[in-house]
C-alpha cells in the first residue's frame, strides 16, 4: 500500500483535510479493483 | 428459502450477475481487511472453515463457505483514530450506470467514478450516510484469473 500522505487529496474525498477510515477503505478498494 | 429469495429477486428486478470466472457467484460481497493476509486466510479457514479460492498476489483472497465467497484483503496499518480492522461490501449490479446515477441522485459520496478493470468488471465505490464503503460491480467479460495474474486455488491441496 502506497504512502497515504503521497494520495492524500485524491482520498480525502470529502475535501475536509482530515482521512476517514471510510475513506482510506474506499481508496484501497479502488485502487486496484475489487475482486 | 430458495423459493423465497427468488420471489426477491423478481420484485427487486435486478438479475442475477453474467459468469465471471475472475468473481464470486454470489451478489452482495462482504470484503475483510487485516493487517496479514495469510495470517487471515489461515486463520478463516482453521476457525470458521472457509476455503481460498483464488489469491489476488500477496493482497487479496476470495474465501468460499459453501456457494458464497467474502474477500478477504489486505490493508497495512496504522489505521485513523485506532481503528485495527474494518470492512467494505462489494455489490454485482446488471446496469452500473444506471445505479451511479441513482446513487449520485441520492447524495451517495462518491469515492471513485466507475472504473474498467482488467478482471473483466466496471466498478464505482461510494460512501454511504453511515460512512461505510460500498464498491458496486458490473460485469463487462467473463476473464480467466491467469489473465491477470490471479490464481486459482487447488481446493485438495490448498496450493496454486
Known amino acids: 500500500m502506497p504512502r497515504l500522505a503521497e494520495h492524500f487529496a485524491e482520498i480525502d474525498t470529502d475535501s475536509n483535510g482530515q482521512l476517514s477510515t471510510a475513506e482510506i477503505v474506499a481508496y484501497i478498494q479502488q485502487r486496484r479493483g475489487s475482486r | 428459502m430458495r423459493s423465497a429469495l427468488a420471489a426477491h429477486a423478481v420484485l427487486t428486478d435486478e438479475p442475477a450477475p453474467p459468469p465471471n470466472r475472475s468473481m464470486p ?3 452482495v460481497i462482504p470484503v475483510l481487511l487485516y493487517p496479514d493476509l495469510r495470517a487471515a486466510v489461515a486463520w478463516l479457514g482453521a476457525a470458521f472453515g472457509f476455503d ?3 489469491r489476488v498476489g500477496d493482497h487479496r483472497a476470495q474465501l468460499c463457505f459453501g456457494s458464497a ?3 478477504a484483503a489486505q490493508s497495512d496499518p496504522p489505521y485513523p483514530l485506532g481503528v485495527n480492522s474494518t470492512h467494505a461490501t462489494m455489490v ?3 446496469n452500473l450506470a444506471t445505479h451511479y446515477r441513482r446513487a449520485t441522485a441520492a447524495g451517495a459520496r462518491i469515492a471513485s467514478a466507475p472504473t474498467d478493470y482488467a478482471f473483466g468488471e466496471r466498478q464505482y465505490t461510494a460512501v454511504d450516510l453511515g ?3 460500498w464498491t458496486f460491480s458490473q460485469t463487462i467479460a467473463d476473464c480467466e484469473p491467469a489473465a491477470w495474474g490471479g490464481q486459482l486455488i ?4 490448498g496450493a496454486p
Do not use: K
Open chain 2, 25 to 27: 457467484a454470489n451478489t
Open chain 2, 92 to 94: 454485482r449490479v446488471a
Open chain 2, 52 to 54: 481460498e479460492r483464488l
Open chain 2, 154 to 157: 487447488d481446493a485438495a491441496s
Open chain 2, 69 to 71: 465467497c467474502i474477500v
Open chain 2, 131 to 133: 460512512g461505510h464503503v
